[in-house]
């Protein structure tokens, strides 16, 4: 059973441009959705991420919009640079554990 | 500076060999985690400890133990390795027991079993 569904699998972006990644979940109970950001040999680390009580976050180029009524975030990424090139996972928690989407792999063309 | 450390890059193992993945974290965080990572399947969770000397099972436990006598230090076991079990393996923390929070990944450990 997979409670987060994460699309598109790979996302290729001219530089400049917009890159806008979707993530869905079923249960109710999550109370924090954070996007990770892996670059290769690396492990994930933390981007960004918002709580159920507001609909957007932004920080600089990174935005988060968060819809409860739809069960559905998504990230957005501004001016999207080749250094943006990376692996990106959403993740639902609750009760300190996470489930994470099986990612995107995101490519910025110069 | 927040530090997850695992405590190999690469490891090859043959069948049946019993396997120890270590990793230890210096934030003082209750709550720690391992996962598996495998293309176009993202994370998922095989074991967490919320506490020293506790242990809950994740999503695909089967094949493995923990163990967690401190709280910096949490290791993964592979009894007995298996060629399915080759994969990326990721140690996390973050948070005290329970609370949601961001998790501080380390670096991972390549595990080949031939």
């Known amino acids: 059973q997979q409670q987060v569904k994460q699309s598109p699998q790979s996302l290729i972006v001219q530089k400049g441009g917009i890159s806008i990644i979707n993530c869905a979940y079923e249960?109710?109970?999550?109370?924090?959705f954070p996007w990770y950001q892996q670059f290769p040999g690396k492990g994930p680390a933390l981007l960004i991420a918002i709580r159920p009580d507001v609909s957007e976050k932004k920080e600089g180029r990174f935005t988060i919009s968060f819809n409860k009524s739809a069960k559905q975030f998504s990230l957005h990424i501004m001016d999207s640079q080749p250094g943006d090139s990376a692996t990106y996972f959403c993740?639902?928690?609750?009760?300190?554990?996470?489930?994470f989407g099986d990612g995107t792999t995101l490519t910025v063309k110069p | 500076d927040v530090k997850v450390t695992q405590s190999s890059r690469y490891l090859v193992k043959r069948t049946g060999e019993k396997v120890f993945l270590e990793c230890v974290q210096d934030?003082?965080?209750?709550?720690m985690f391992w996962y598996r990572q495998d293309p176009g399947l993202g994370l998922r969770l095989i074991y967490f400890?919320?506490?020293?000397?506790?242990?809950e099972k994740g999503d695909i436990p089967e094949g493995y133990s923990v163990s967690r006598e401190k709280k910096e230090r949490f290791s993964l076991i592979l009894e007995s390795a298996s060629t399915n079990q080759t994969s990326m393996y990721l140690c996390?923390?973050?948070?005290?027991?329970?609370?949601?929070?961001?998790?501080?990944f380390g670096p991972g450990t390549r595990l080949t079993v031939l």
């Open positions: 249960n109710t109970a999550f109370d924090y």
């Open positions: 934030m003082d965080h209750e709550n």
């Open positions: 400890s919320y506490d020293v000397k506790m242990k």
């Open positions: 996390a923390s973050g948070g005290r027991g329970g609370t949601t929070d961001t998790q501080y």
């Open positions: 993740a639902a928690s609750m009760i300190g554990k996470s489930t």
